[in-house]
């Protein structure tokens, strides 16, 4: 599962002020598709900030049951590893997104706390998730950032340290929703690790390709997952091929369980 490679970022005002703020407006480079934005808008009633999510953990259940009936409407079935394995790789992928496009777009860092970060889910059919607001103005940046005075920035010595902190950031993130959603599903750490791996390597490449340089977003891939570093649960897995760039996916989302359906082209059962 994957995040839509169409984004529009949209802001909460349109008064914009802060250097991260102004990074979210800027990164909007194509058309509607995924949302991402700064702050939430007056009527949040699609939005759930991710410490609700880890907080109430029956938040996750509501999620699986919504996305259970659709399965049945669409496949007959919906079994329990599918409707996991989706929400697992849906919440994972849109944290990873948020972080890896400001990173790759300004080599900047966001917050990436479960409080500062909230994801829309759709309002109709298919209930995944549509769009991500970054609510707080705290970033990371390198020394020769133009912002990099501003009160809500710390400098970082170089791209190496950036790309650690970003690493960082979406594990401490990540180890919240393994906590939370884990006992709720049954799915081992492994693979919810697998997941929370496959969301930060896809997240730099998914932000190349929206940037309209593919091979920069695979560079940034590889600064942030150099080597097999724990919690993660390998190095980037991206390749060159004939056909382009790929990667072997670390995780499953189980859709090849449905009846009917086969494995995603990526996924470690292929590969």
């Not at 702050?39 to 699986?64: M, Q, T, Y």
């Not at 950036?162 to 081992?188: E, I, K």
Request: aromatic share 8%; proline share 6%; with cysteine.
């Amino acid at each position: 599962m994957t995040v839509p490679a169409k984004v529009t970022v949209c802001d909460v005002t349109t008064d914009v002020t802060t250097p991260v703020a102004e990074s979210v407006r800027r990164a909007a480079a194509l058309s509607a598709g995924f949302e991402v934005r700064f702050g939430l808008p007056a009527d949040r009633d699609d939005w759930v900030l991710c410490s609700e999510f880890i907080g109430e953990p029956e938040r996750f259940d509501v999620w699986r049951k919504q996305l259970a009936e659709w399965l049945r409407e669409q496949y007959g079935e919906a079994p329990d590893r599918t409707t996991a394995g989706y929400v697992m790789s849906w919440y994972l992928n849109v944290v990873g997104v948020l972080g890896g496009l400001l990173f790759h777009t300004a080599r900047r860092v966001p917050s990436l706390r479960p409080s500062d970060v909230a994801i829309r889910l759709a309002p109709e059919g298919r209930p995944h998730a549509v769009g991500v607001a970054l609510l707080s103005d705290e970033f990371a940046c390198l020394p020769d950032d133009p912002a990099g005075n501003h009160p809500a920035a710390t400098a970082v010595a170089d791209e190496t340290a950036l790309a650690a902190l970003l690493r960082a950031r979406f594990a401490a993130h990540s180890a919240q929703f393994v906590g939370s959603f884990g006992p709720t599903v049954r799915l081992g750490r492994r693979m919810l690790w697998a997941a929370a791996t496959d969301a930060l390597d896809g997240a730099a490449w998914t932000a190349g390709r929206l940037a309209g340089d593919e091979t920069a977003g695979v560079m940034d891939s590889a600064l942030l997952l150099p080597a097999k570093l724990d919690p993660f649960t390998s190095a980037s897995t991206l390749k060159a091929t004939d056909t382009g760039w790929t990667r072997r996916r670390e995780s499953c989302c189980f859709h090849f369980v449905l009846p009917n359906a086969e494995a995603c082209t990526t996924c470690p059962r292929v590969c």
